[in-house]
Protein backbone atom coordinates (compact mmCIF):
# COMPACT_ATOMS: atom_id res chain seq x y z
CA UNK A 1 0.00 0.00 0.00
CA UNK A 2 0.98 3.54 -0.50
CA UNK A 3 0.31 6.59 1.41
CA UNK A 4 1.13 10.40 1.36
CA UNK A 5 2.27 12.75 4.06
CA UNK A 6 2.01 16.58 3.60
CA UNK A 7 4.02 18.18 6.95
CA UNK A 8 2.33 21.35 6.82
CA UNK A 9 -1.60 21.81 6.44
CA UNK A 10 -1.19 25.49 5.96
CA UNK A 11 2.07 27.65 5.09
CA UNK A 12 1.87 31.46 4.82
CA UNK A 13 4.37 33.19 2.88
CA UNK A 14 5.17 37.43 1.63
CA UNK A 15 4.96 38.07 -2.02
CA UNK A 16 8.11 37.95 -3.45
CA UNK A 17 9.82 35.05 -0.73
CA UNK A 18 10.23 31.85 -1.68
CA UNK A 19 8.26 29.00 -0.55
CA UNK A 20 8.97 24.70 -0.07
CA UNK A 21 6.09 22.61 0.64
CA UNK A 22 7.10 19.57 1.62
CA UNK A 23 5.76 15.73 0.61
CA UNK A 24 7.33 12.53 1.85
CA UNK A 25 5.39 9.34 0.87
CA UNK A 26 5.72 5.55 1.71
CA UNK A 27 5.58 2.74 -0.69
CA UNK A 28 7.08 -0.83 -0.97
CA UNK A 29 6.90 -0.57 -5.01
CA UNK A 30 8.14 1.91 -7.86
CA UNK A 31 5.17 4.47 -7.82
CA UNK A 32 4.60 8.07 -9.67
CA UNK A 33 4.74 11.16 -8.53
CA UNK A 34 2.69 14.37 -8.90
CA UNK A 35 1.79 17.80 -7.84
CA UNK A 36 -1.64 19.37 -7.81
CA UNK A 37 -2.70 23.09 -7.48
CA UNK A 38 -6.37 23.64 -6.69
CA UNK A 39 -8.06 27.34 -6.55
CA UNK A 40 -11.10 28.15 -4.97
CA UNK A 41 -14.09 26.80 -6.61
CA UNK A 42 -11.99 24.86 -9.45
CA UNK A 43 -10.85 21.51 -9.98
CA UNK A 44 -7.37 19.61 -9.44
CA UNK A 45 -4.76 21.63 -11.82
CA UNK A 46 -1.35 19.11 -13.02
CA UNK A 47 1.48 21.53 -11.61
CA UNK A 48 4.17 18.80 -12.35
CA UNK A 49 5.18 14.90 -12.45
CA UNK A 50 7.81 12.92 -12.27
CA UNK A 51 8.03 9.84 -13.80
CA UNK A 52 11.39 8.81 -14.56
CA UNK A 53 15.01 10.26 -15.78
CA UNK A 54 15.81 13.82 -13.99
CA UNK A 55 14.80 14.16 -10.30
CA UNK A 56 14.73 17.63 -10.83
CA UNK A 57 11.14 18.23 -12.52
CA UNK A 58 10.41 21.99 -13.55
CA UNK A 59 6.58 22.38 -13.76
CA UNK A 60 3.91 25.03 -14.48
CA UNK A 61 4.32 28.53 -13.20
CA UNK A 62 7.19 28.52 -12.02
CA UNK A 63 7.41 25.87 -9.88
CA UNK A 64 9.99 22.45 -9.62
CA UNK A 65 10.07 19.78 -7.49
CA UNK A 66 13.00 17.59 -6.89
CA UNK A 67 12.45 13.24 -6.78
CA UNK A 68 14.69 11.87 -3.63
CA UNK A 69 14.28 8.48 -3.32
CA UNK A 70 16.01 7.82 -0.28
CA UNK A 71 14.00 9.65 1.75
CA UNK A 72 11.20 9.21 -0.16
CA UNK A 73 10.43 13.02 -0.60
CA UNK A 74 9.12 15.05 -3.63
CA UNK A 75 9.73 19.07 -2.26
CA UNK A 76 7.65 21.41 -4.21
CA UNK A 77 9.20 24.80 -3.98
CA UNK A 78 8.95 28.04 -6.02
CA UNK A 79 11.71 30.79 -5.92
CA UNK A 80 9.30 33.77 -5.46
CA UNK A 81 5.62 33.52 -5.08
CA UNK A 82 2.87 35.65 -6.48
CA UNK A 83 -0.45 36.65 -4.37
CA UNK A 84 -2.53 34.65 -7.40
CA UNK A 85 -0.14 31.32 -6.50
CA UNK A 86 -2.89 30.97 -3.20
CA UNK A 87 -4.40 27.85 -3.25
CA UNK A 88 -4.45 24.22 -2.05
CA UNK A 89 -1.73 21.90 -3.36
CA UNK A 90 -1.90 18.59 -3.38
CA UNK A 91 0.77 15.64 -3.70
CA UNK A 92 -0.14 12.58 -4.99
CA UNK A 93 1.36 9.46 -6.15
CA UNK A 94 0.39 5.66 -8.42
CA UNK A 95 2.41 2.89 -8.26
CA UNK A 96 3.87 1.94 -11.97
CA UNK A 97 2.85 -1.02 -12.16
CA UNK A 98 -0.37 -0.05 -13.68
CA UNK A 99 -3.41 0.94 -11.51
CA UNK A 100 -5.94 3.39 -12.10
CA UNK A 101 -5.46 4.43 -7.89
CA UNK A 102 -3.90 7.40 -6.90
CA UNK A 103 -3.07 8.40 -3.61
CA UNK A 104 -3.51 12.20 -3.12
CA UNK A 105 -1.76 13.54 0.26
CA UNK A 106 -4.23 15.56 2.82
CA UNK A 107 -2.77 18.90 1.18
CA UNK A 108 -0.67 22.13 2.19
CA UNK A 109 -3.03 25.34 1.83
CA UNK A 110 -0.76 28.05 0.96
CA UNK A 111 -1.72 31.97 1.62
CA UNK A 112 0.47 34.64 -0.18
CA UNK A 113 0.56 37.74 1.60
CA UNK A 114 0.90 41.11 0.18
CA UNK B 1 -9.34 26.50 -19.66
CA UNK B 2 -10.09 22.47 -18.78
CA UNK B 3 -10.17 20.01 -21.11
CA UNK B 4 -12.86 17.98 -19.36
CA UNK B 5 -16.03 19.71 -18.67
CA UNK B 6 -18.84 19.45 -16.10
CA UNK B 7 -22.08 19.93 -16.05
CA UNK B 8 -24.25 21.48 -14.18
CA UNK B 9 -21.59 24.19 -11.80
CA UNK B 10 -23.99 23.90 -8.81
CA UNK B 11 -26.97 21.59 -7.84
CA UNK B 12 -29.17 21.85 -5.35
CA UNK B 13 -31.55 18.72 -4.80
CA UNK B 14 -34.16 17.04 -2.14
CA UNK B 15 -33.42 14.01 -0.88
CA UNK B 16 -36.10 12.28 -3.31
CA UNK B 17 -35.21 13.99 -6.46
CA UNK B 18 -33.17 11.92 -9.33
CA UNK B 19 -30.47 14.38 -11.05
CA UNK B 20 -27.41 13.29 -13.23
CA UNK B 21 -24.44 15.06 -13.19
CA UNK B 22 -22.07 14.68 -16.64
CA UNK B 23 -18.45 14.93 -17.47
CA UNK B 24 -17.43 15.22 -21.55
CA UNK B 25 -13.74 14.80 -22.67
CA UNK B 26 -12.47 15.14 -26.04
CA UNK B 27 -8.91 14.38 -25.23
CA UNK B 28 -9.01 10.48 -26.69
CA UNK B 29 -8.78 9.14 -23.02
CA UNK B 30 -9.99 5.93 -22.10
CA UNK B 31 -9.64 6.33 -18.67
CA UNK B 32 -12.67 7.88 -17.04
CA UNK B 33 -13.24 8.95 -12.96
CA UNK B 34 -15.70 10.35 -10.14
CA UNK B 35 -14.12 11.93 -7.12
CA UNK B 36 -15.72 13.30 -4.50
CA UNK B 37 -14.21 15.92 -2.80
CA UNK B 38 -15.30 17.37 1.21
CA UNK B 39 -14.25 20.79 1.85
CA UNK B 40 -10.79 21.16 2.55
CA UNK B 41 -9.71 17.04 2.21
CA UNK B 42 -8.46 15.65 -0.76
CA UNK B 43 -10.31 14.19 -3.10
CA UNK B 44 -11.84 10.25 -2.53
CA UNK B 45 -12.26 8.25 -5.73
CA UNK B 46 -15.64 6.35 -6.35
CA UNK B 47 -15.10 5.00 -9.68
CA UNK B 48 -12.68 4.16 -12.59
CA UNK B 49 -13.95 3.39 -16.09
CA UNK B 50 -11.48 1.94 -18.27
CA UNK B 51 -12.25 1.26 -22.18
CA UNK B 52 -15.99 2.36 -21.07
CA UNK B 53 -16.33 -0.42 -18.53
CA UNK B 54 -16.40 -0.38 -14.55
CA UNK B 55 -12.67 -0.86 -13.76
CA UNK B 56 -13.10 -0.06 -10.14
CA UNK B 57 -16.07 0.59 -7.64
CA UNK B 58 -14.80 2.00 -4.05
CA UNK B 59 -17.84 0.73 -2.20
CA UNK B 60 -20.22 3.15 -3.20
CA UNK B 61 -23.34 3.49 -1.60
CA UNK B 62 -26.14 2.35 -4.59
CA UNK B 63 -27.71 6.20 -4.54
CA UNK B 64 -24.59 6.66 -6.79
CA UNK B 65 -25.02 5.14 -10.13
CA UNK B 66 -21.99 5.69 -12.72
CA UNK B 67 -23.03 5.03 -16.25
CA UNK B 68 -20.14 5.88 -19.65
CA UNK B 69 -22.38 6.03 -22.79
CA UNK B 70 -19.35 6.48 -24.67
CA UNK B 71 -15.26 7.02 -24.51
CA UNK B 72 -16.00 10.39 -24.14
CA UNK B 73 -18.67 10.85 -21.78
CA UNK B 74 -19.50 9.99 -18.27
CA UNK B 75 -22.77 10.41 -16.37
CA UNK B 76 -23.31 10.35 -12.45
CA UNK B 77 -26.93 9.16 -11.85
CA UNK B 78 -28.28 10.73 -8.42
CA UNK B 79 -31.44 9.27 -6.70
CA UNK B 80 -32.03 9.24 -2.59
CA UNK B 81 -28.75 11.04 -1.53
CA UNK B 82 -28.49 11.98 1.89
CA UNK B 83 -27.15 15.68 3.11
CA UNK B 84 -23.63 14.05 3.65
CA UNK B 85 -23.83 13.60 0.58
CA UNK B 86 -22.95 17.12 -0.36
CA UNK B 87 -19.57 17.74 -1.43
CA UNK B 88 -17.70 18.87 -4.62
CA UNK B 89 -17.84 15.91 -7.40
CA UNK B 90 -15.11 16.11 -9.77
CA UNK B 91 -14.77 14.14 -12.82
CA UNK B 92 -11.02 12.87 -14.38
CA UNK B 93 -8.99 11.28 -17.35
CA UNK B 94 -6.24 9.84 -18.11
CA UNK B 95 -4.53 8.31 -20.81
CA UNK B 96 -4.06 4.60 -19.97
CA UNK B 97 -2.69 3.14 -23.22
CA UNK B 98 0.66 2.81 -24.50
CA UNK B 99 3.69 2.04 -21.62
CA UNK B 100 2.59 3.60 -18.68
CA UNK B 101 -1.18 3.31 -17.63
CA UNK B 102 -0.82 5.60 -15.02
CA UNK B 103 -1.05 8.81 -16.88
CA UNK B 104 -1.64 12.23 -14.98
CA UNK B 105 -5.19 12.47 -14.13
CA UNK B 106 -6.83 15.62 -15.90
CA UNK B 107 -9.68 17.11 -13.50
CA UNK B 108 -12.57 18.67 -14.54
CA UNK B 109 -14.14 21.82 -12.06
CA UNK B 110 -16.37 20.16 -10.56
CA UNK B 111 -20.40 20.31 -9.54
CA UNK B 112 -20.71 21.77 -6.39
CA UNK B 113 -23.71 19.19 -5.18
CA UNK B 114 -26.39 20.71 -1.92
CA UNK B 115 -28.54 17.85 -0.62
CA UNK B 116 -31.26 19.57 1.00
Known amino acids: AQSVTQLDSHVSVSEGTPVLLRCNYS??????LFWYVQYPNQGLQLLLK??????LVKGINGFEAEFNKSQTSFHLRKPSVHISDTAEYFC????????????FGTGTRLKVLA | DTEVTQTPKHLVMGMTNKKSLKCEQH?????MYWYKQKAKKPPELMFV???????INESVPSRFSPECPNSSLLNLHLHALQPEDSALYLC???????????????FGNGTRLTVT
Open chain 1, 92 to 103: AVTPTSGTYKYI
Open chain 2, 92 to 106: ASSDPTGKRVNSPLH
Open chain 2, 27 to 31: MGHRA
Open chain 1, 50 to 55: YLSGST
Open chain 1, 27 to 32: SSVSVY
Open chain 2, 49 to 55: YSYEKLS
